[in-house]
């Protein structure tokens, strides 16, 4: 019989197959909520009012009373107080799946799998590169402004998991678009605007994480040029200082602390951007990319490259989380004090 090696075991994979809610049965929580966003009393420190929050979708979960955070891997390991790859071990034995171990096999042998994209993560850490075979769109083709607008239903139950306020989705023009006739149809639909306020365009989120497969979890309109444009740009003119984030959902957070930021859609950083950071009269980013592999070495590219237009900080998210799961005081800890 063959022994897996801690070093052997596949976090990630393991991360993906847990089921956070039978874990939460295994360890007798009980949780109140809709959909994925759920609430319970925190295991970690005594409590009388729930203060432990948790999304099932996403696995991450973050305590606003001990100021505990993580993913699902974390919250096993804290609980039982032992090392990551255990915590996999026990999460596999307790969701009942065959505990997923790294494929060994050498980068020549599988050179598919090497080459093959993460499905969400659209761009490449090297600002210059791109993932696929298409070329680097031309970060000077400016997008036009559209002569319409999407009717958007911002009632949609999936905003509701997301914890989107009426008042959020009405200031950032967020809604469903169920338009037979549009390219966003059945995706959740954020207004795109331009440094001045014009409407160019809409990237779309599909309403879930089961993603038919002949879809993305993002969408944008064919041709737009993500490369020309910060998101939220045009609403935090004047600002000392933004925070650049990967997307999103990230800036809403942040909205909500009234921190300002920008999101790239992505994880690249072209001079058009710095140009239009420059002409609003932003002097100073805070570079605040995913908790991730990817948006690590994100960070490693951005860095240097902000830093010879700009002055450039560093707000490290940690492990396994985005800006948009973390608690209020984290949050503004790691803006200000990065």
Known sequence: MTTTTDTEVDLKAVKQCADFGTLLTHYGIEHTGRGAQRSALCPFHTETKPSLKINLDRKIWNCFGCKRSGNVLDFVATKEGVPLPKAAKLIAEICNFTLPVKDT?????????????????????????????????DPSRHNKPLGFNLRLDPNHPYLDTRGITPDERKAFDIGHCRSDRSVMRNRICFALHNEAGELI?????????????????????P?????????????VLGSKYVVAVEGVWSVIRLKRLDIPA???????????????LKHAGIRAVVVMMDGDGPGRNATATIIPFLARHLWVRLAEVP?????????????????TSS
Do not use: C
């Not at 659209?122 to 600002?127: A, E, L, Q, W, Y």
């Not at 365009?201 to 309109?221: F, N, S």
């Not at 737009?224 to 939220?232: D, S, T």
């Open 201 to 221: 365009g809409y990237v779309g989120r599909w309403p879930g994480e089961d993603v038919p497969a002949d879809e993305g979890i993002w969408k944008l309109p």
């Open 319 to 335: 492990d396994g989380m985005q800006p948009d799961g973390l608690h209020d005081e984290l949050v503004r800890s790691l803006v």
């Open 223 to 235: 041709g737009f040029n993500k490369q020309a444009m910060l998101y939220n740009l045009h609403r």
């Open 262 to 276: 920008v999101a790239l859609l992505g994880r690249v950083v072209t001079d058009a951007h710095i140009r239009l």
């Open 105 to 137: 096999a050498t980068p020549s042998a599988q050179p598919a799998l090497r080459d093959k994209p993460a499905p969400e993560k659209v761009d490449h850490p090297d600002h210059t590169k791109p993932v696929s075979d298409e070329p680097v769109a």
